[in-house]
């Protein structure tokens, strides 16, 4: 007796959409990367530089997304674009980037991040309960296990829990708790806007920096950390109300909801923190609150930054497991990612496999190291698919397209451009990470070989 088929369903309103884009992209990075920028380009002028690039450069994508998110509303976002303008090859190979190292691997960046700032409550999570003696850690040494660790696995194994019980759940705790922290970043940067340990003298400062085009591009890679997500949304379209309006309207208004939360967040920063001391600074936000109004005022900035980290969490999950289950179910990968739970409406076992595999990844690198691998492994795809826009203008003119890209084509093939750059610059700048995401990349070439030739020998005469 055959199983009745089980499929997704569209429970995802307008607020849910919107709040998994600025839910997904606020979390870590606004708290953490404006250190490392500043370390790279040293003056506030260059870091609002390149945020506003970053902001920007995120925009145009969202933009060019607008319009294949509302023409193809299907489960998987770049996985339905691709394929229409490329071919199978091209959206497995981001399906399995997704898989292998993008989405799992910025799953484990937040879930590091957040076990950087419950530091503040507990110290003892940086304590090594085992070391592994194969270099495999960082620069080529020991692999050394600490308790934060162990505490970020399990965040994100709860997470997963709560997805697995219904995109409506997993679309609710999103709503609440973006509401929830994006309430608290704004009474941070009106606290300490409004500081009188500040002064905007601070803004006339610079730190000792690097310089050089290598260098705002390595803070361009950071900033686009921080903006990283807008385009999640589009991997749960299938689930979306009215998709053709939700889309473009969460896309769009969400990176430009976030592009201000992150321009005035800095200003704070600046305005209490000069730039030698925000360069100095592993945890931004916290110091800067430190300054401004003791360790209670830290222990406050810390707590925002767990809530809004455990919203992007969230989301990641909720959205990034939608790829490979969109790749099973296109027949190019296991059959098991590709059920649905049919009481609870969701992929549970992709996003079991997806979870699984990124709390494997917390152990693989510090914040740094695996924010560069996603940032790689991520442009070279975000490209294409922006790409994708002029290819199907082409190959598909008469597609409904009820949202059209503003600024077409010279905002996607300024998009692509400025993505091939930042792609060069990181495997220049940072050959390690680059080259561990080339070949997790590879890895998945095999099976694509497998799966192909296994779907024609099924495919009926």
């Not at 307008?14 to 250190?35: C, R």
């Not at 020991?142 to 965040?155: R, T, Y």
């Not at 590879?442 to 296994?454: C, H, K, Q, T």
Request: proline content about 5%.
């Amino acid at each position: 007796m055959n199983r009745p088929h089980v499929s997704l369903s569209r429970e995802l309103g307008p607020w849910s959409a919107a709040a998994i884009v600025v839910g997904t992209v606020i979390g870590s990075g606004i708290f953490i990367v404006p250190n490392f920028m500043t370390q790279k380009v040293g003056s506030p002028e260059m870091v609002f530089l390149v945020w506003i690039a970053g902001g920007l450069l995120s925009l145009a994508g969202a933009l060019s997304y607008a319009e294949l998110g509302a023409a193809m509303p299907g489960a998987g976002g770049e996985y339905v674009y691709l394929r229409a303008a490329y071919g199978p090859l091209w959206s497995f190979v981001y399906a399995w980037t997704q898989l292998a190292v993008a989405k799992s691997a910025s799953i484990a960046t937040l879930a590091t991040a957040f076990v950087l700032y419950l530091g503040h409550f507990v110290p003892q999570l940086k304590n090594v309960i085992a070391v592994i003696p194969l270099p495999i850690g960082r620069d080529g040494a020991p692999l050394e296990i600490n308790l934060g660790q162990v505490v970020a696995m399990a965040s994100i194994l709860i997470l997963a829990g709560v997805n697995y019980l219904g995109v409506k759940v997993g679309g609710r705790v999103q709503v609440v708790v973006t509401a929830l922290k994006i309430g608290l970043i704004l009474g941070l940067i009106v606290f300490g806007l409004s500081s009188d340990r500040g002064s905007w003298e601070n803004f006339q400062q610079a730190a000792p920096a690097a310089g050089g085009i290598l260098a705002f591009f390595a803070a361009l890679r950071a900033a686009l950390w921080a903006y990283d997500g807008w385009n999640n949304v589009t991997m749960v379209a299938s689930e979306v109300k009215n998709p053709q309006r939700n889309l473009p309207r969460s896309l769009i208004g969400g990176t430009l909801t976030v592009m201000g939360v992150y321009l005035v967040a800095n200003a704070a920063y600046f305005y209490v923190l000069p730039a030698p001391e925000v360069a100095a600074s592993e945890l931004v936000a916290a110091d800067m609150m430190r300054k401004a109004g003791g360790d209670v005022g830290a222990a406050l900035v810390s707590l925002a930054a767990m809530i809004s980290i455990l919203a992007a969490l969230n989301g990641s999950i909720l959205s990034g497991s939608r790829v490979p289950y969109a790749m099973a179910d296109d027949g190019y990968f296991f059959s098991a990612l590709a059920q649905v739970h049919p009481r609870f409406h969701t992929p549970g076992v992709s996003i079991l496999v997806l979870s699984l595999w990124s709390a494997v990844l917390v152990l693989s690198g510090g914040y740094d190291q695996l924010f560069t691998c996603v940032i790689f492994a991520s442009w070279i795809l975000y490209g294409m698919t922006t790409a994708s826009v002029l290819v199907l203008r082409r190959r598909q003119p008469h597609l409904d397209r009820p949202y059209r890209t503003l600024g077409y084509p010279v905002v996607p093939i300024l998009f692509v451009l400025i993505a091939l750059g930042l792609v060069v610059s990181t495997v220049i700048d940072s050959p390690r990470e680059s080259l561990i995401g080339v070949l997790l990349i590879a890895i998945g070439l095999p099976f694509y070989s497998y799966w192909s030739r296994r779907k024609r020998h099924l495919r009926p005469n």
